[in-house]
């Protein structure tokens, strides 16, 4: 689900990937390290078949430029050349936000955080006592006198072996848990704070907003851009009309109608 953006730019909306798909935790210790998750890869896709379209126009017309001259008839006289269009710059301005760092530094985006921290405080206080009880019997193995029997300390090793695997596997599911429920208060968060984002750069003129959080795999993502300040595909279509010089098609005759015949009416009962 993407934030709203209004009708009245029909602007791109930020991907719902941003809001919730990001991890903002990277370990049970430290919660207030959100990462963005976020792929171009679909623009990059559009882009990339466009730049290779549009570098087989310009090789084609190089070629055709460098060819030589054949010897042909005389040319007929030249057609009045077309009006040149003069091309017009779009406006265009951009913003920048470091949105993870602004989600989690909202009031409500602290609370969030120190919601879920809350919640895990007496498992965090539970693992820590499992790691020390295993040091302290870890400490009394190493102190056991030399004439202490090999089957005895094969016991204890065994027992703090299998204390460790408990604190180990105690450890990951509270380590996923917490992640979980500190990811969705983030990502609730984050959808309200990239409605805000979006308002704020329409109503301040801004045509443009990137993403400059750091320690991204893909940095300055676009989050947002609107198209109707934007938009060239119209003037793009003219302009290649009036350099081709192939008129426009004649508009389609209208379909004739078909007349249903009534149907007939039943004989008067006699």
Known sequence: MGVPTGRGSEAAAIPAALCAGSDPANSFSNPGNPNSVRSLKHRMNRNLVFATALAAGLASSSLFAQAPAATTPAPAPAAPAAPAIVPQALPTKVAVIAF????????EGQKATGDVQKKYEPKKVALDAQAAEIESLQKQNQALPATTSDEERAKRLKDIDTKQKALQRDAEDAQNSYQSDLQEAYGKVAQKVGGAAVKYAQENGFTMLFNASTGQQQPNQLLWFDVSKMDITQAVINAYNVSSGVAAPPPSAPAP??????????????
Do not use: F, G
């Not at 993870?100 to 009031?107: D, G, H, K, L, P």
């Not at 109608?257 to 006699?270: D, H, L, S």
């Open 100 to 107: 993870e760092q602004a989600v989690i530094s909202t009031n």
């Open 257 to 270: 109608r078909r007349t249903t015949p009534a149907a007939p009416r039943p004989a008067p009962k006699q």
